[in-house]
């Protein structure tokens, strides 16, 4: 089931109604659905090239309106809602150890890495950050700068070194999340220090 959801998805790219197709998956990737919408958002730049800005801004959008929905599904409904989708998607255990790293400073990390690189997934994290009433604020400025630097980012690097550079930015995301968070915390430590 997940490979046809895979490939129902990256079919989308070539639809007249692409665009409104990354919105969509841009917005229920961040909060309930499993595909990410680089499956979608990739292809498009390739085939689009010219309207890779567009592209990146409309993914960059629909994700954090996505993160902003799925904070609100873990504050006001996470037993009604929330819970059930967790449990469904197998995501549940991944919520439950997550939550015992609640401090904010570990939820800022979480949602840099889960904006850039989708470690841990980002609809376990918009979820657990409502469940704890994480600053709505700091949440909404935190996924903006995310999820825009993953869009804005791939799209420069697509606009640049074309199909190539894809294949290299998908294995190694992981690192270049932590190698950003290892600067954005050295930059927290000098600026309270």
């Not at 800022?108 to 376990?124: C, D, E």
Request: net charge positive.
């Amino acid at each position: 089931m997940f490979r046809k959801l895979y490939h129902w998805t990256l079919s989308l790219a070539g639809h007249p109604r692409a665009e409104g197709a990354l919105g969509a998956i841009s917005f229920v990737e961040s909060s309930f659905f499993p595909i990410p919408a680089d499956v979608l958002f990739v292809p498009m730049c390739l085939s689009r090239p010219e309207k890779i800005w567009r592209y990146a801004f409309i993914a960059s959008l629909f994700s954090v309106l996505g993160g902003i929905f799925g904070w609100l599904l873990g504050h006001y409904a996470f037993d009604l809602v929330g819970r059930p989708m967790l449990e469904a998607m197998g995501k549940m255990d991944s919520f439950e150890k997550l939550q015992g790293t609640t401090g904010d400073l570990a939820i800022l990390a979480m949602l840099v890495t889960s904006g850039l690189a989708h470690v841990p997934p980002m609809k376990v994290v918009t979820i657990l950050a409502g469940v704890i009433s994480f600053n709505p604020v700091l949440f909404i400025l935190s996924a903006i700068v995310a999820r825009g630097a993953r869009f804005y980012g791939l799209a420069w690097l697509l606009s640049r070194y074309g199909a190539q550079i894809a294949h290299f930015i998908e294995k190694r995301m992981a690192w270049i999340a932590v190698g950003l968070l290892v600067l954005l915390g050295l930059a927290w430590f000098l600026l309270k220090g």
